[in-house]
């Protein structure tokens, strides 16, 4: 435990100990309590915010650095809510810091990011820095359940970069893939299951949707994109029958799909719409109904020319730390900013095995290198 912990690590013990979990999820509640310590943070220091609202009881906070140009913008985003904290093995809201590490259900996502970007501006502030653009400091709702805060942000908004905050071990991540996600029902007819074959199996006809999905996922494992690898499927639910002596006449799957940069998540779904048409035809007996997508998410690629990049790598290696461009499997705001015309990146401490997970920590000392890189960024772009 240590005695002295920074102002950045108590601002982040602070963050970890208010309950944010989305409220979409058990326990969930609005992330307003998060907002208001934001709010005040910035308001003790005379940093101006503003607030968006997104929902009844929730809403995003923008704290604003002037800028040299005031015509520029940089973004800096992180999300407040959390995801719940089922299956936790440690207290959630009760941040402890051992051997290096800060533990607490947050505190690698995404409140780590947060608060090292909450004390950069502080920093900037404090020592009479301007930067060259204007900054926004963007905390914003419901990363974790539908992205309502990110979207939110990007009405009508410009600015000629952005960096959002995920647990990325301190690497600047330029690519990340896209989700589509929806379900899949096969419709059978009922019968007693000593008379199977006055029935419809719907359970045995799905098996033929699940192997056609997997021969469509070893055609994508072959063509993998060089940061994200390949695009993929998985089935992540099924449902089925109503007891063991009925033959069923219904059964649900739940299709997950990553996508690749060059995807168009509703040309992908159309593509699987015409995939099941056609094996319904070679499958007599298959009837199936496909549902609108859930989620449906792009993936993203900031190329290696655009300034945000090039300004990213930079300060990594003056921080001694790799400076080539990455990608991640996983989604995040960023995806929504760039599709707003914003070149974006995500970077941030702590390791995205960590978020979600029964045992949540971060490292202090990534949090602090964080804190370093995003003083350095701001004052470097331009």
């Known amino acids: 435990m240590l005695d002295h912990p920074s102002p950045l690590l108590k601002t982040l013990s602070h963050l ?24 005040q943070f910035f308001a003790a220091r005379g940093i101006e915010t503003f607030r968006q609202d997104v929902l009844p009881g ?12 005031t015509e520029r913008r940089v973004i800096l985003e992180a999300h407040m809510d959390t995801v719940s904290v089922a299956g936790m093995t440690i207290p959630p809201f009760e941040p402890v810091i051992k051997d290096g590490l ?36 963007a905390a914003v709702v419901d990363e974790e359940y539908s992205f309502r805060g990110v979207v939110k942000l990007c009405e009508g908004l ?39 074959h006055l029935g419809n199996n719907a359970i045995v006809q799905m098996t033929h949707v699940i192997a056609a999905f997997e021969r469509e996922a070893s055609r994508l494992a072959a063509k993998p994109h060089p940061l994200l690898g390949p ?20 059964c649900e ?32 007996g298959l009837v199936t109904e496909m549902s609108a997508p859930m989620i449906a998410d792009g993936a993203m690629e900031t190329g290696p020319g655009e300034k945000v990049v090039q300004v990213a790598r930079q300060v990594l290696k003056t921080l001694g730390l790799p400076g080539e461009p990455e990608g991640v499997p996983y989604g995040s705001d960023a995806s929504k900013l760039a599709r707003q015309g914003v070149p974006s990146i995500i970077f941030g401490p702590g390791s995205i095995d960590r978020a979600h997970a029964a045992v949540e920590y971060v490292e202090c000392s990534q949090v602090e290198l964080a ?12």
């Not at 970890?16 to 709010?39: D, F, L, M």
């Not at 410009?158 to 029902?185: D, F, M, N, Q, Y």
């Not at 299709?255 to 499958?283: F, N, Y």
Request: charged share 20%; glycine share 8%; net charge negative.
């Open 253 to 284: 799957i739940a299709i997950d799909r990553r996508l690749i940069p060059g995807e168009d998540p509703l040309e992908v779904w159309e593509e699987a719409g015409r995939m099941l048409e056609a094996l319904r035809g070679s499958h007599p």
């Open 102 to 137: 800060l533990y607490g259900r947050g505190s690698c996502d995404t409140k780590a990011g947060l608060a090292a970007m909450m004390h950069a501006l502080a920093h900037l502030h404090e020592q009479g820095v301007t930067p060259p653009c204007e900054v926004w400091l």
């Open 158 to 196: 410009e600015a000629k970069a952005a960096i959002v905050a995920e647990p990325t071990e301190l690497r600047a991540v330029a690519a990340s893939k896209g989700v589509l996600r929806w379900k899949v029902r096969a419709i059978g007819k009922a019968s007693h299951s000593a008379k199977p």
């Open 231 to 250: 695009a993929t499927w998985n089935v992540g639910m099924i449902r089925g029958g109503e007891q063991i002596n009925f033959v069923p006449d219904s």
């Open 16 to 39: 970890v100990a208010i309950n944010s979990i989305n409220s979409a999820y058990q326990g969930g509640v609005t992330e307003e309590e998060v907002a208001c310590y934001v709010e």
């Open 371 to 382: 804190f370093e890189f995003y003083v350095r960024f701001l004052q470097q772009f331009q």
């Open 58 to 69: 929730r809403f995003n906070v923008i704290a604003r650095l002037p800028g040299l140009q």
